[in-house]
Structures are given as C-alpha cells and as structure tokens.
C-alpha cells in the first residue's frame, strides 16, 4: 500500500497533463498536414495516458505481471481494429460524383 | 533469485495465492477497465472510419465557446484527478475526513465536467444546428458520432459522480476499506484518460481554423 510517491510527484504529472494539453490546443492551431497532425495529437495523447495510467492509476508500482497480463492484449485488439481504416477511401472512392 | 522469491513463486503455483499482490476487487476493475477501453476504440474507430470516408468533414468547433470550453472541461477533468489521487494517499493514511473532502473536490468537479458539456452540447444544437440525425453541411455522420461518442463518455462521467457519491458517504461513515476508495480511483482516471484521447480527436481535428 505505501510506496514512495509524493504529493509533490502527483503534482508534478498534473501540471505535465496540463502542459501537454496546452501543446495539444495550440497544435490545433497550426496549419499542419492532417497526417502530421494526427500523428502528434495522438502521441501527445498516448503519452498523457501513460502517464495517468503509471502514476495516477498507479500500475507503475504493481508487479509487472499485471501490466503484462492487461495490456500487450488490449494494444493489439486495437491495432487490429485499424484493419478496417483502408477500406474508408475505397468508401470514399466509391461515391458517385456530385 | 532470491529464496522469497522462490517461495512467493512455489506458494503462487500451489493456488490459493494472489499471483498479482492485489486483491479480487481491483483486478474486477482493470479487467472492466481495459473491456471498456476497447468500447471506446471502437468508436473512435469507427469515427476515424467515417471521417476518412466523407469528403469534407465539417469543422463546427469555433474557438469561442467550443474550444474554449472543452479545454476548460479538459482542465477539470484532470483537476478533479489530482483531487482523487489525494483522496486515495489520504485514505491510505486512514484519514478519513480528509478523504471525504478530496472525494467530495471530485464529485464537484465531475458534476461540472456534465454541466459544462451539455451548455456546449446546447450550443452546439441551438446555434449550429447539430443534432445527431442531421446538420447544415448535410453530414449526418458528424452529429451521429460526435454525440455518441460524447454521449458515452458524459454516461460514464456520471455514473462516476454517483460512484464516488456512495464511496464518500460510506467512507464519512466510518465504512469501506482503503482498496474500495483506491477502486473508486481507478475508475474516475480512466474515465480522464478516455476524454484524453476525445478531446484531441472530436474537438481539435474540427476546430474552425
């Protein structure tokens, strides 16, 4: 139960969170290309999870056969769900034309 | 390896024994955790589908009031995060009035998080006409995702407000042991984590440049 996270560690990612979501909004801003965009949005997002899930849900501090046992499965149900995505621009190809 | 390990590892094998180090209750929850986290993908999945699929896909989101206002969400949403961690170290402490407070911080900036977004909800329906069957660009996949996806997501941010409701009420009354508060947690930051990923994803993609 006791471990050597601080109040001051809990701080600390908050104001990280923060600083991330700051990025986030100002990107949101920038005239990027919508593959570039993506990219750092979604990183900055996954980076933000790790976060909240090593230290606010506190799996950083539980045996590493939890993180085992939950996670490489939850990773590659989700990658497999990016099986669908190519088949948006045959969708998109397929419209007739306006 | 050690002999400790050896006999923790022989002890595991034997059955009987906790082969994560924690109890039923919080392993019940990161298996709902990670079950609920793939309902999330695959919306945002099949968002990500349907945007892809539509050519022109509507940026509705002017920067006041939407954008402003999902990152003010956004900033009570992990607030109330902060408030929940010091509920848990206060309650492994076995402060409870303390603990009371801190949940009490949460359930305050949760009910706010709900409040916050159905004025943007309202907004968006009175003055952009976005419903969840049809909207001006003649887009009808916007409204259908963005309300579902949002929609699943303020469901499960009140639901955690009640949740953390009963835990606070027990835990003033004397009820409920440190590893009930710490499940309570673990639920409220996945429900942050989640909004971390729809913020950039809905909001910001479509913000009106």
Redesign the interface.
């Known amino acids: 139960m006791e471990h050597a996270v601080t109040t001051k560690t809990f701080t600390l990612v908050w104001v990280s969170l923060l600083a991330l979501t700051g990025v986030e909004i100002f990107l949101a801003y920038e005239q990027l290309q919508v593959l570039i965009m993506l990219t750092a949005l979604v990183g900055l997002s996954v980076i933000k999870a790790a976060l909240i899930i090593s230290y606010f849900m506190h799996l950083k501090f539980e045996r590493f056969s939890l993180f085992l046992t939950l996670f490489p499965m939850l990773v590659i149900c989700i990658l497999l769900l990016f099986i669908m995505i190519p088949d948006a621009h045959r969708a998109l190809g397929m419209r007739p034309p306006q | 390896m050690s002999d400790a390990k050896v006999a923790t590892m022989a002890s595991v094998w034997e059955g009987g024994g906790s082969?994560?180090?924690?109890g039923s209750k919080k392993?019940g929850m990161?298996?709902f955790i990670?079950s609920d986290?793939?309902t999330f993908?695959?919306l945002l999945?099949a968002y990500?589908?349907?945007?892809?699929?539509?050519?022109d896909w509507p940026k509705p989101f002017h920067?006041v009031p939407s954008?402003v206002f999902s990152?003010i969400m956004?900033?009570v949403l992990?607030?109330s995060?902060?408030t929940?961690?010091?509920a848990v170290?206060n309650m492994?402490r076995g402060n409870r009035k303390a603990t009371v407070g801190w949940l009490l911080a949460t359930i305050v900036c949760g009910a706010a998080f709900c409040g916050l977004h159905l004025i943007e909800w309202i907004n968006l329906i009175r003055h952009e006409k976005v419903t969840f069957f049809s909207n001006p660009w003649n887009v009808p996949q916007f409204g259908a995702t963005f309300f579902s996806l949002t929609g699943l997501h303020m469901t499960h941010v009140a639901i955690g407000v009640i949740y953390l409701s009963i835990i606070a009420f027990a835990v003033g009354r004397g009820k409920f042991s440190?590893e009930d508060v710490?499940v309570s947690?673990?639920y409220w930051?996945?429900v942050?984590?989640v909004w971390?990923?729809i913020?950039?994803?809905v909001y910001?993609?479509s913000?009106r440049?």
């Open positions: 082969p994560y180090a924690i392993f990161w298996l990670i986290a793939l993908s695959a999945v990500t589908y349907l945007r892809l699929a539509t050519p920067f954008v990152s956004t900033f992990l607030s995060s902060l929940m961690v010091m170290h492994a440190y710490e947690g673990l930051h996945f942050d984590l971390m990923f913020f950039p994803l910001l993609l913000a440049p």
